[in-house]
């Protein structure tokens, strides 16, 4: 209703701009009437609906690395990428948040929105120019060529789990304006396709969780293996895959898995890191994802910002799964001590493709300390 008070109060005329944060919508129905609203009284490009993962300097660096470098847009598809892994996970629980948590979960408030913007930058064909359109409309085709999930998907390639207690980490159904028998997801995993020329057959498996064991959020890019190893691995351990991580935070940076020749006699090989660190830029990236963003809404650049369409059409993707539960509401919730990587089912779906999640920190004792990359 707020757009219809600013119209009365002549607040939407000449120069004057909104900025919206998410979540855009509960579901697709209302994300629509939502649009409608502002379009009643707003232009679309007076509208700047806020993603902060967009915002953050890692995210947009994602776009120079694949764009401004031409080594990698070769290899960038389904003949040499054998899936991809999106993490965005955290140590904290939901902090004082019962209240909206408990009615959004995790799937509307991190997937819908920051996960598929962070599978959209990973997987868009580059645009002839740069600009708001031209990046805006990348984005969309992504999200409409995101393959629809079947009945199969929603039993078998979605994982929902919620955090119990465990240590003196309370259980989420403990926590303060939760439903102490709710069934809102604080962790969610899934394996998504894209229907088209690059990435068919290339799963993406994405996942966020609450009370995890670090907080972490990065891109894992999986190669192929190489079609025959003829050299003894160093200490049995010489993974035939190499593997790109694009770690957005903490301690940003981007690392190549490689297979190196061990020093001395004979050929043993051995997996080792080739890594870039943005602190060699002088430090991890300046300011604050919301004021980067915020100060290009001043600008009047909404590059960074999510248009109409692209809300619309994530929903009509992720829709479909909160139909599936609310229809089904003793679809499997899988519940998980706070302070573990998830359900253990999560692991069962990536074993299906031979995969599994890399677990970032797997010996960090204190979840204060960033883990190597
Ligand atoms: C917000 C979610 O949009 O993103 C929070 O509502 C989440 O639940 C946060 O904690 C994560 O953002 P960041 O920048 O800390 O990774």
């Known amino acids: ?28 129905q209302s994300a629509e009437e939502l649009n409608r609203i502002y379009a009643s009284v707003f232009d679309e490009h007076q509208i700047y609906r806020i993603d902060h993962f967009l915002g953050k300097e890692t995210a947009q660096n994602l776009l120079a690395f694949r764009f401004a470098n ?4 070769p290899l960038w598809n389904r003949n040499y990428i054998d899936y991809i892994e999106v993490t965005a996970v955290e140590n904290l629980g939901i ?38 359109d031209t990046f805006r409309n990348e984005v969309v085709k992504v999200y409409e060529s995101l393959t629809p999930l079947t009945e199969e998907d929603f039993e078998e390639h979605i994982v929902r789990g919620q955090y119990t207690a465990s240590g003196n980490k309370k259980g989420y159904r403990e926590e303060k304006n939760v439903n102490p028998d709710s069934r809102t997801e604080t962790y969610i995993a899934m394996k998504l396709g894209i229907s088209n020329w690059r990435w068919s057959g290339v799963p993406f498996y994405i996942r966020t969780g609450k009370q995890m064991p670090t907080k972490v959020t990065e891109i894992v890019v999986h190669f192929r293996e190489t079609p025959h190893q003829m050299f003894h691995c160093a200490g049995g351990n010489c993974p035939r895959a190499n593997k790109l991580i694009l770690r957005l935070q ?9 297979g190196m020749k061990v020093p001395g006699a004979g050929f043993e090989v051995k997996q080792v890191t080739m890594d870039f660190s943005y602190n060699q830029l002088g430090g991890v990236p300046s300011g604050d994802a919301y004021a980067r963003l915020i100060d290009d809404c001043i600008q009047g650049d909404p590059t960074l910002f999510t248009r109409s369409d692209a809300v619309e059409a994530s929903w009509r993707f992720f829709d479909p ?24 089912e999560s692991e069962a779906m990536m074993h299906e493709h031979g995969a599994e999640w890399t677990n970032p920190c797997k010996n960090l004792t204190n979840t204060d300390q960033y883990c190597e990359l």
Do not use: C, S
């Open 1 to 28: 209703m707020i757009p219809l008070h600013l119209k009365k109060a002549h607040l939407n005329r000449g120069r004057a701009r909104i900025i919206v944060e998410k979540p855009f919508g509960y579901d697709l």
């Open 70 to 73: 031409g080594i990698f847009e």
């Open 95 to 132: 902090e004082q948040r019962g209240g909206f948590y408990d009615t959004a979960g995790a799937l509307r408030d991190m997937v819908q929105n920051h996960l598929i913007q962070l599978v959209a930058l990973t997987a868009m064909e580059p645009p002839a120019v740069f600009n708001a």
């Open 250 to 258: 903490p301690n940003e940076g981007i690392v190549l898995k490689i």
């Open 321 to 344: 799964i909160l139909h599936y539960w609310k229809e089904h509401p003793d679809a499997p919730l899988y519940g998980y001590p706070a302070g573990t990587w998830g359900p253990l």
